[in-house]
């Protein structure tokens, strides 16, 4: 469950790649279905424009061969709808494909109901524009290239409607009456369909750029865990040195005959541990353990060990911990996710000038929550927008904001998240929300 950093030094550079194309399909599917539905639509409309122009306008039609048209047409948008209803990727050909048997159909129907003297000829124009907007170039100079043929052939082949030519009649005449019906179609139904694609364009324009920012942070952790794997290797034989040394000196009688000493000593040596207790934690969650491996506990003992751990090494005035969390469960234990609560904590007790901390556990829905409050002056509006983000600090120090920033990432790398808030009462309160399969044992978190 620990992050390999050298595994991801491997995988990341393809992450990008990888889930843009996985954008792609999805914005595929959804336009897919969206031709479903407009084909749904040209099938009523067809039915009625049939029915109108035989049973009103007694124009004579060969009823059972455009039926038969009819029929394919819909055979063919039923086995669209079961292959494509679920979630499954859309390519540009498939879509060129699906459009060529839309421009197909129209095709016949037109030769078997006047060719180019029907004022319908103009849907040819709603094919054009939506292969424009789905469509890669070729794609679409292709439909314009097939939509032109066909209508050259029905201009040569196609029999013309028993239509008396009337066009000086105007408004009273049926083949403007038409070409006025079919101008209000193309219109109405360009509005609506293109305003759908346009908007599943802009949706997979914002998840790109979001992809591809995660994936620019995702490089920027494996850069930060190579140095800091190296750091802390390179950090071991001296903190061991210092440890001997201070062995060495509780055993000397000019320091053991003297309680100060012996306690100045003992607290050195505390925090000595604590350092390579993160050192150790660093190699972990790189992949290289000195020797550690992960500890199976539960989640009480996890918890409430790391509450104690946190108020023994922290000069902690006032530490509130609340745990509410009823039903105890075996949990996988990760120093990265023991690190990230740590510096929340550690946050937290550095913006409250009264030294106190608050930190609550609950489970919910199955989904762990912990909240770390303080007392300070909270966080500044532009902070909290840009909250996880890299180098976003008021500590004034280089490389300030990183803790947040892995916080927040590890978390996310569990399935959670992480989200801050000012306190009406004042201070600030950081919420840890984190799935417990990604911890318990049995769940995606068995794998450290």
Not at 227 to 238: D, N, Q, R
Not at 319 to 327: G, L, P
Not at 407 to 424: D, H, I, P, Q, S
Request: hydrophobic letters at 50%; glycine letters at 8%; one cysteine or more.
């Amino acid at each position: 469950m620990a992050v390999k950093f050298d595994l991801l030094t491997r995988i990341t550079p393809s992450i990008a790649p990888a889930l843009e194309a996985n954008v792609e399909y999805v914005a595929g599917h959804q336009n897919m279905l969206q031709l479903i539905e407009l084909r749904w639509i040209a099938v009523v409309g067809q039915v009625t424009t049939i029915a109108g122009a035989i049973l009103i306008f007694d124009i004579n039609l060969p009823l059972v061969h455009m039926l038969q048209v009819l029929a394919c047409l819909i055979a063919f948008n039923i086995a669209s709808h079961l292959r494509w209803h679920e979630k499954k990727p859309v390519s540009n050909a498939e879509i060129f494909m699906a459009l060529l048997v839309d421009v197909a159909t129209l095709t016949v129907q037109l030769y078997l109901s006047g060719g180019t003297t029907n004022p319908f000829a103009f849907l040819y124009l709603l094919q054009i524009i939506i292969s424009a907007v789905l469509l890669e170039a070729w794609s679409t100079w292709t439909i314009v290239l097939v939509t032109l043929v066909c209508l050259g052939l029905l201009a040569v082949f196609a029999q013309p409607l028993a239509l008396p030519f009337d066009h000086a009649r105007g408004i009273a005449s049926l083949y403007v009456q038409g070409m006025l019906i079919c101008f209000a179609l193309n219109a109405g139904l360009l509005v609506i369909f293109v305003s759908r694609i346009s908007g599943t364009v802009r949706a997979k324009a914002a998840q790109l750029a979001e992809l591809r920012q995660r994936a620019a942070e995702e490089e920027h952790i494996v850069r930060m865990g190579l140095l800091a794997s190296g750091a802390a290797h390179e950090l071991g034989t001296p903190l061991a040195t210092l440890s001997v040394i201070l062995g060495d000196w509780k055993r000397m009688p000019e320091f053991r005959n003297s309680p100060v000493l012996l306690e100045e000593i003992g607290e050195m040596q505390t925090q000595l541990q604590r350092c390579k207790s993160i050192v150790s934690g660093i190699l972990l969650s790189a992949g290289k353990a000195r020797g550690e491996s992960a500890l199976r506990t539960t989640l009480h003992t996890f918890l409430d060990g790391l509450a104690e751990d946190w108020e023994d090494s922290r000069p902690v005035k006032d530490f509130e911990y609340e745990n509410r969390i009823v039903d105890d469960i075996p949990v996988v234990f990760d120093s990265a996710l023991k690190q990230s609560i740590d510096n929340l904590l550690d946050n937290a007790l550095e913006a409250s000038p009264s030294g106190w901390v608050g930190l609550a556990a609950s489970v919910e829905n199955d989904i762990l929550t912990l909240a770390v409050r303080d007392r300070g002056a909270g966080f500044a509006p532009g902070l909290l927008a840009q909250f996880g983000k890299p180098y976003q600090s008021t500590k004034g120090r280089p490389g300030g904001g990183l803790g947040l920033f892995l916080v927040v990432n590890v978390a996310r790398t569990l399935g959670g998240a992480v989200v801050a808030r000012n306190r009406e009462e004042g201070g600030a309160e950081v919420t840890l929300t984190i799935p417990l399969a990604a911890i318990s044992l049995g769940g995606k978190g068995d794998h450290a």
